[in-house]
């Protein structure tokens, strides 16, 4: 579904995709302009992904939101159902639609950008709130230990002597 590939994509807030009209998208310059969010005006930058998402959505005449609702002229509702089925189809328990935020702001941290700038990619006015969303720093580490880990036992495994050994 649209909305929750934007949600990964920008790290947007649920209500923010799910009220954002077509005359806030500014392709020329691959952003949303939203005019009234829970902290005011807000710009989110497109990428390439989340731009492909919103290309490949259709306007519907008589209705402004992007993701349009069943409703003549509504946005869409009824998103947690949708997720509930993602959910279960890719076997994630205890994973929340804002999730998809709280990941978009770690793969950011992750990638070393800094509080300040995941920060401004959510809206955030506070760095406190920022870093209370970053909050899987510590992966690279797991990632690092799975990578070691891995080239260990590939190597064991070629070398049956050693492996018997460590038994």
Known sequence: MAAIRLLIFTGARLNEILTA?????????????????????????LSAPALEVIDNLTA?????????????????????DVWERIRAKAEL???RIHDLRHTFASIGAMSNLGLPVIG???????????????????????????LIGGKIDEAMKAKPRLLRAVK
């Open 21 to 45: 009209k077509w005359q806030y998208f500014k392709y020329d310059r691959g952003v949303l302009e939203l005019p009234d969010t829970k902290t005011g005006f807000k710009q989110i930058p």
């Open 60 to 80: 519907i005449p008589g209705n402004d939101y992007i993701i349009p609702g069943w409703k003549h002229g509504a946005h869409y509702v009824g998103l947690q």
């Open 93 to 95: 328990r205890n994973v």
């Open 120 to 146: 401004g990619l959510l809206g955030h006015t506070n760095a406190a709130t920022t870093q209370r969303y970053a909050h899987l720093q510590v992966d690279p580490l797991h990632n690092a230990a799975a």
